[in-house]
């Protein structure tokens, strides 16, 4: 693979991932899994009409794709040069949680304090994740945690917060994450059963910190939100 090239096609398995979504998802989607795993380089060139005569398309779901992912801040474009896979992506994905723990903390508080959580729908979403995790759809599973998580974020009815978690890319970076951290289905399931507990319980503390160490797990740093060290709370 030279360095003009983004490499071989996906595999077959990364095929459940990009269901359900326009054509420039299914390639950013793709080209995410792809760059996470490493078989996409750090300072490799992703040229368009390569990619998108991989994909049988035109360039325009490819530049769209491309895009997004530079809003991710995983490839970055220079200009009369190309777009370049970014280095130090897995620090970007860490800054990410760090933010969207914050947001989503804030947001639980809004809904549970106006009592707009939508229970009902959060209930559907558990069970969809248990689902996924017995017949180890992955592609179903990140669906519903996405879902849930909007679903909160929706009942905090503030706009500036809600186009701030939109902007992190939710989507997009759930699935970067289930591929870097190998995340088991069973798990994300468990973990959001558990937020979805102390919500019914009216627990505002208990649910406001679930909401904010559930993210902050993924930002994987040396230290949790409360300052402890990794290994001391392992």
């Not at 701030?164 to 994300?188: F, H, P």
């Amino acid at each position: 693979m030279t360095p003009d090239e983004p490499g071989a096609p996906p595999a077959p398995e990364v095929t459940p991932l990009v269901t359900r979504m326009t054509l420039s998802q299914q390639i950013r989607e793709a080209l995410v899994v792809r760059i996470v795993s490493g078989e996409i380089q750090p300072g490799e060139r992703l040229v368009e009409t390569r990619i998108a005569a991989m994909y049988g398309t035109s360039q325009a779901p490819v530049r769209e794709a491309l895009r997004e992912l530079e809003a991710m801040r995983m490839v970055e474009t220079r200009p009369r040069r190309g777009t370049f896979v970014r280095h130090f992506v897995q620090q970007t994905l860490r800054e990410s949680y760090v933010v969207r723990a914050a947001l989503e903390e804030t947001a639980t508080r809004l809904a549970m304090l106006a009592g707009t959580v939508p229970v009902d729908a959060l209930r559907a979403e558990v069970k969809a994740m248990r689902a996924a995790a017995r017949t180890g759809d992955a592609a179903a599973a990140a669906r519903a945690s996405v879902a849930f998580h909007r679903h909160i974020v929706d009942a905090a009815h503030n706009e500036l917060l809600k186009l701030s978690w939109e902007a992190l890319q939710i989507e997009a970076r759930t699935s970067v994450t289930m591929v870097a951290a190998e995340v088991k289905l069973r798990d994300i399931a468990r973990d959001h059963a558990d937020l979805l507990r102390s919500i019914e319980d009216g627990d505002l503390e208990t649910a406001c910190k679930h909401a904010r160490d559930h993210q902050w797990h993924y930002a994987d740093l040396p230290h949790d939100a409360h300052g402890r060290s990794r290994r001391q709370v392992s």
